[in-house]
């Protein structure tokens, strides 16, 4: 059967399953139909371009340990915690840096948008540079945590590279995220996005074995523990005065 009639009768079928819902007098179909999406025996297919985004989502935890230390640094730099900070800093390393920019952006998604035209290859290029600068900021956060602690000569200039770092990559994600993965994702079939996140999914096994975005997001959240930045609550805002 071809992709087109395969897709074709899939939207003819999800209409079937929707009038269904619809009418009182066909529950069956309805109810196949829940079972499925219900089914326990298998985990749901994570999409390649949303396997990019929720690991943008470990990538931003992490940029948000980094924003929360900056008022430390500057108030009293003895109480941060430069263990945990150095532990952020090698997650970002082998998760954010030699896996999703190397082995997928670099290696699958910017070779391909730069044969979209002069915007996108403008995109790549920058988005490189950006890797690169944030590869030089990690082993500056390695290097000035090794000591485990940070010596007040290392306060504010680490401060000020955390700030800068958090602004380049809140945009640098946020632009794979609306731009250049729609983008990238437009040059294929649903049957060939299918393989490519099959082909991703080996390269994080290969890297990190079973559950590389499952241990990922166990690692910042023990390190949010660690630095009382769990709660999600404590990040809501008090009400905005009135106007
Ligand atoms: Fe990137
Ligand atoms: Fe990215």
Redesign the pocket.
Known sequence: MSVDLERRLVVRNAALVGAAVALPGLPLLASAHQQKADSPDKEPEVTATED?MR??GVIRRALLVYAETVPKLRQNSSTVDAAALRQVAQLFRTFGEDY??RML?EQHIFPMIRKQGAELQRYADVLTEQHNRGREVTDYVLAVTSSGKISTAHAEPLARVFETFVLMYQNH?AR?DTIVFPAWKKNYSDKQLDEISDQFEDIEHKMFGKDGFEDAEKRISSIEEALGLSDLAQFTPPAPPKP
């Open positions: 990019l690991e943008h999703h920019e952006e994600a794979e």
